[in-house]
């Protein structure tokens, strides 16, 4: 049972260029996420979608671009990178019923993206 | 959601029971009190959760007080793989309400043999 599975797991970019994190759940949930993680900070929302076909701003969606492609699939774009942008990404999955699955978050490994 | 106050560090031997404290003076009735830690390099891991019963299962015990202000995750029989960051949430139980939350710095917690 694979979760949510992102790729790719390290990257380098240099300043300007761009590229896309892919993210993937087999868990069937409507809703997935995307965060950040940098030192000495918590876990920041980027991009939120309920949804297929819908998405949502985060805390800090600046310099990031989403797409939901199906039910299983949301990517994040960074369309020209900045060295601010580096940071560990992860993406996430849930339910987004009133069901009694505790509406767990369930995140992928991340994935770190270095921009010089 | 409501604010949760966690301490940043804790130790604990190896074998012992490891209790982590977290505060939610603030919370609402209805409001869930939710714990995930972060080993190492990997993703969040959910552990439990509860409203106002002590909840176990086979990664932890949650003991919420009766006027629900704070709690206690433990862990029974801490092992060096225990090692990790400690995230205590509050939050409303619908899951539209997972883009609202704040996650904080958690509880470093370091298990010692």
């Known amino acids: 049972n694979a979760g949510v599975t992102q790729t790719p797991k390290f990257q380098v970019l240099k300043t300007g260029q761009s590229m896309t994190l892919q993210c993937a759940q087999d868990?069937?949930?409507?809703?997935m996420y995307w965060y950040r993680q940098d030192p000495g900070m918590g876990l920041r929302l980027i991009y939120y979608?309920?949804?297929?076909?819908?998405?949502d701003k985060g805390e800090v969606p600046n310099g990031y671009n989403v797409s939901r492609l199906n039910k299983r699939e949301f990517s994040l774009r960074l369309e020209s990178a900045a060295p601010s942008q580096t940071s560990v990404y992860f993406c996430?999955?849930?339910?987004?019923?009133?069901?009694?699955?505790?509406?767990?978050?369930?995140f992928g490994e991340g994935s770190w993206l270095t921009v010089v | 959601d409501a604010k949760t106050t966690q301490p940043p560090s804790m130790d604990c031997a190896e074998g012992r029971a490891a209790n982590l404290p977290c505060n939610h003076s603030?919370?609402?009735?209805?409001?869930?009190v939710y714990w995930y830690r972060q080993i190492h390099s990997q993703g969040p891991q959910y552990i439990i959760h509860?409203?106002?019963?002590?909840e176990t299962n086979e990664m932890a015990s949650l003991i919420i007080t009766e006027d629900r202000k704070s709690s206690t995750l433990i862990l029974p029989h801490a092992t060096l793989r225990d090692t990790a960051v400690y995230y205590c949430?509050?939050?409303?139980?619908?899951?539209?309400?997972?883009?609202?939350?704040?996650w904080g710095l958690g509880t470093s917690l370091a298990v010692n043999p």
């Open positions: 996430a999955s849930s339910d987004s019923g009133l069901v009694d699955s505790g509406n767990t978050i369930y």
């Open positions: 868990m069937n949930h409507n809703s």
């Open positions: 979608s309920a949804s297929e076909g819908t998405t």
């Open positions: 603030t919370i609402s009735g209805n409001e869930y």
């Open positions: 509860g409203l106002k019963n002590n």
């Open positions: 949430i509050v939050r409303f139980y619908n899951a539209g309400n997972n883009r609202k939350l704040i």
